[in-house]
């Protein structure tokens, strides 16, 4: 019968060390990507509402030019057109986001 080695630890230390062990790799492969991942989003989040933000303004540009630079081709009965005009450049680039979204070749 082989005799027990002197130098090995006793099984609560391993349980131990191999707790420790565990959190540590759970850490390391899930606490530090997901910091990654905040940044990632955060940075996302902001440029998406900068983008959005200057959208809007430049849609107000859009209507403000229309109403003003175009002399009366835009009174009386017509007075809505600028309106209508200024929403389907907005769903135009809306459009445009969408189709920029969609993925090439349709390879996943």
Request: aromatic share 10%; proline share 5%.
């Given at each position: 019968?082989?005799e027990p080695?002197?130098d090995?630890?006793?099984?609560?230390?391993?349980?131990?060390?191999?707790?420790?062990?565990v959190?540590?790799y759970?850490?390391?492969e899930?606490?530090?990507?997901i910091?990654?991942?905040?940044?990632?989003v955060?940075?996302g989040?902001?440029?998406s509402?900068?983008?959005?933000i200057?959208?809007?303004?430049l849609?107000?540009?859009?209507l403000?030019?229309?109403?003003?630079?175009?002399?009366?081709?835009?009174?009386g009965?017509?007075?809505?057109?600028?309106?209508?005009?200024?929403?389907a450049?907005?769903?135009?680039l809306v459009?445009?986001a969408m189709?920029?979204?969609?993925?090439?070749?349709?390879?996943s």
């Open positions: 019968m082989p080695r002197q090995a630890a006793s099984l609560p230390e391993l349980v131990t060390e191999l707790w420790e062990l959190v540590a759970a850490k390391q899930t606490i530090e990507p910091k990654g991942l905040g940044r990632f955060a940075f989040v902001a440029g509402l900068l983008l959005g200057g959208l809007v303004i849609l107000i540009a859009v403000r030019a229309l109403q003003t630079e175009t002399g009366t081709t835009f009174e009965n017509w007075s809505w057109a600028p309106y209508l005009i200024t929403v450049v907005g769903l135009l459009a445009f189709a920029g979204t969609r993925s090439k070749g349709g390879s």
